[in-house]
């Protein structure tokens, strides 16, 4: 009988030890809210409904996060408590860029502004032709902007002054409000633009490389999602083929005829990307081969965030999906109360995802195991 019961135990203890080491299944992990915090202005319901470009942006312990309708504010990343914020009734046209201890962000009033986050001060505000809508990463004194109506400029980091610009402007009516940020590649910048382009030129001289001007695009004109990690280069249009591009030369690597309607995500061998019919997609980033094509959404989807092992990706009918990354199963689903059409902010060593609803509120969410 003693043996019995210490076999028992062993096995007891054993099955305990499995548990609490064996890797979380997909009925283990949810996504709990820790609070949700007012950004926008209480105005109408028409505008507060509307695409937010701005996704939050981590710095150490801060959130900040701007909206279409209002201006910026910076939360406190653990309790969601504002610590500053600037008016701006013209609303933000663009996502923002943290660097060197400055926050840079494009104003509907056309001007481009770089804000010293330590002093609460800005160091300049400049115009452009029109609306700003991305910046790229600070590089060699430089920071680049993209604007709406298709021009790219070169600013000076320290003053705002122009140093170059080149405009590659819509040919027809119909398109999509894209204008990714432009990425920074060896001494080049490369843009996507809204006359289908996408190009390269010297960070110095504003000198073009090269420029594709894909010929498949059917619906719309311009040119939306741009992505760059090593030497791989992706560009695409919404709801059209999706390319990889060789960044030293613009020449097409391969492309996939059924594109994203969001830019695409890159993690380590994949790509993730949402698709017009409610699909979730994963490529080989080499090849393009299709790892899984996964039917999961309602609506159409926001750019899919990796977040350990699994997926997280907004449905435009609502729920936010928590998917496993591997092979597009559903975890889990939430539904925030609104749509989301900025891309997830992910905060990976304490796990908790950050975003904006197109209704203007900034939600804090971790990724749990529930038993």
């Known amino acids: 009988m003693a043996k019995v019961k210490l076999l028992f135990l062993i096995l007891f203890f054993l099955n305990l030890c499995s548990c609490e080491t ?71 046209s663009s996502h923002g860029v943290v660097s060197l201890g400055k926050l840079f962000f494009g104003s509907y009033s056309g001007k481009a502004s770089s804000y010293n986050i330590k002093s609460k001060s800005f160091d300049w505000s400049v115009s452009l032709d029109s609306s700003p809508i991305s910046f790229s990463v600070p590089s060699n004194g430089v920071i680049f902007s993209l604007t709406d109506l298709g021009t790219l400029y070169a600013l ?28 920074i590649y060896k001494d080049q910048v ?77 993690d380590g061998s994949r ?24 039917d999961v959404l309602k609506g159409v989807g926001n750019k899919p965030t990796v977040l350990d092992s699994f997926l997280i990706v907004s449905d435009s009918k609502g729920p936010v999906f928590v998917l496993n990354k591997n092979s597009g199963s559903v975890v889990s689903k939430y539904n925030s109360g609104s749509p989301v059409s900025s891309d997830f902010s992910i905060d990976k060593d304490n796990k908790k995802v950050y975003y904006l609803s197109n209704k203007g509120n900034l939600f804090k969410y971790g990724l749990e195991r529930t038993f």
């Open 190 to 266: 490369i843009a996507a633009f809204p006359d289908g382009s996408v190009a390269s030129f010297n960070q110095s001289s504003g000198k073009q490389k090269w420029a594709n001007k894909f010929d498949s695009y059917q619906k719309f004109e311009d040119a939306d999602f741009l992505e760059l990690e090593g030497s791989y280069l992706f560009a695409g249009s919404f709801d059209e083929a999706l390319f990889s591009l060789d960044p030293n030369t613009g020449d097409i690597r391969w492309r996939v005829m059924q594109g994203p309607v969001s830019t695409v995500s890159i």
């Open 22 to 92: 064996a890797p979380s299944n997909s009925s283990e992990v949810s996504l709990r809210r820790n609070w949700v915090r007012r950004i926008a202005p209480k105005t109408s319901l028409t505008k507060n409904s509307s695409s937010q470009r701005f996704s939050p942006i981590i710095t150490g312990n801060t959130l900040i996060q701007g909206t279409t309708f209002g201006g910026i504010k910076a939360l406190s990343k653990k309790s969601g408590q504002v610590k500053w914020k600037l008016e701006d009734q013209n609303g933000v």
């Open 271 to 294: 790509l993730y990307y949402s698709t017009n019919n409610g699909e979730i997609v994963s490529l080989e980033k080499a090849s393009g081969n299709i790892v899984f094509k996964k």
């Open 156 to 183: 000076a980091l320290d003053t705002g002054a122009v140093l170059w610009s080149v405009k590659k402007p819509a040919q027809k009516t119909l398109q999509i409000f894209g204008g990714p940020s432009p990425k």
